[in-house]
């Protein structure tokens, strides 16, 4: 039995995760579930599965969720704040962590995760653009595995099974182009945010969806795939493939390329990083070559999708010019979420933080959420 402990558990990956454990209920049990504030269905999921500990951001909600499992046996202890967290990624009990939490308030929990030797199935990719370089090597230090959730990097993974001396001599990261694939800037600039929240392809939770349309999410998993894979920024080719059947490929030295094709379904990647290295069956829909019409490509615009360019030139300057990319990102979203701001001002935000930041080289986690802090602090100051 592999016991799985879930940080973000009411988002579109911890449901998702949820949905893997119940249909392996012989394989797989939950130890541990959190979210932020959604108790209504943390409560739910505590019902049904039973976790021994719940962590919930959000201090309040936690005492009434409390309040409100009173009658549960065996009994859920419920924790809160960043120490609940760490206390959920620490727990004795789990064998592996899904980090499923949107944002850069995973890399503490995670961290310690790996320092207490669980093994982490990672979607929460913030944590790896802003600290890949602390994360990947204390991986290895502590004999843990990083297994990828996030789809193009599951597929990279898995087209890299058995090739571990080969060499890589290019990754293909497939993209779908989000719902403005072919758009000029001119026509981004009346985008509104219910368009935006629309991806063709993916359902997905909000965050990352309007990361899709900003090309900024491709950006992000550039830099994702740099520290799970080993390879130089170079070495990675950004295709657009908008159908998202091909979730990406690698190619060889001798010319070789492996790709990795499926429909779109995230519990394939969480079911692959929970029973790694073994496939099991999946109940869900199936490519059907005889009526799969195309499979096109082409190249991405990268002057128009500047979340692209951004990322290439954060990972070439490294040190903490990452996490300013992914901090002044995850701030302009959040303000375009709510309304507060155009879609190109998501650009404008992300290029005023990182031509305004003086780089530091190899940061800590207290320089890394120091750095977070200075970008949140420049866009309240520039656009208030
Ligand atoms: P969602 O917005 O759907 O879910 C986010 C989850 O994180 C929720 O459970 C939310 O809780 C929780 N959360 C947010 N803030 C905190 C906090 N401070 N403390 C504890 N929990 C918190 O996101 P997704 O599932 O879409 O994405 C999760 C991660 O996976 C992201 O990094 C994303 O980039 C990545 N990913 C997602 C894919 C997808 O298909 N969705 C595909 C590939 C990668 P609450 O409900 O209370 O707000
Ligand atoms: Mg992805």
């Known amino acids: 039995m592999k016991k799985v402990a879930i940080l973000g558990s009411t988002g579109s990956i911890g449901t998702q995760t949820l949905d893997v454990v119940s249909a392996n209920p012989d394989d797989l049990e939950v130890v541990a579930i959190s979210a932020s504030s959604n108790i209504k269905m943390l409560e739910e999921q505590i019902r049904q599965f039973h976790p021994r500990l719940c962590a919930v951001y959000n201090e309040d909600k936690a005492k009434e969720l409390e309040a409100n499992i009173k009658d549960v046996t065996p009994a859920c202890r419920i924790v809160s704040g960043m120490d609940g967290l760490i206390e959920l990624a620490v727990m004795e009990e789990s064998d592996i962590i899904i980090t499923a939490v949107v944002g850069m308030i995973g890399i503490v929990p995670t961290i310690e995760a790996i320092k207490a030797g669980k093994d982490i199935g990672l979607a929460n990719k913030e944590t790896l653009v802003t600290a890949g370089h602390i994360i990947m090597p204390l991986a290895k230090e502590k004999g843990v595995s990083i297994l990828p959730v996030d789809s193009e990097h599951s597929a990279i993974f898995q087209c890299l099974n058995g090739e571990r001396d080969n060499h890589i001599s290019k990754i293909l990261l497939t993209a779908s182009g989000g719902p403005f694939r072919g758009m000029t800037r ?199």
């Open 186 to 384: 001119e026509q981004l600039s009346g985008v509104t945010l219910e368009m935006a929240l629309k991806h063709p392809n993916w359902s997905m939770g909000r965050k990352i969806t309007i990361d899709s349309s900003t090309m900024v999410n491709k950006g992000l998993e550039v830099i994702e795939a740099k520290w799970l894979f080993g390879v130089e920024p170079s070495q990675i080719e950004v295709v657009v493939q908008p159908q998202s059947i091909i979730h990406s490929m690698v190619e060889f030295d001798d010319g070789a390329v492996m790709a990795q094709l499926g429909t779109p379904d995230m519990r394939l990647p969480i079911q692959y990083a929970l029973y790694y290295p073994k496939r099991i069956f999946l109940d869900g829909k199936r490519l059907d070559f005889s009526t799969l019409s195309e499979i096109t490509f082409s190249k991405p615009d990268p002057d128009t999708f500047l979340g692209l360019r951004f990322a290439y030139s954060a990972i070439e300057t490294g040190g903490s010019m990452p996490t300013v990319f992914n901090a002044a990102n995850e701030c302009a979203v959040a303000r375009f979420l709510d309304g507060k701001i155009r879609f190109l001002e998501i650009y404008e935000m992300i290029d005023y933080c990182m031509k305004n930041h003086k780089n530091i080289d190899n940061p800590d986690v207290a320089q890394i959420l120091e750095t977070e802090k200075w970008v949140y602090d420049s866009i309240e100051s520039r656009w208030n």
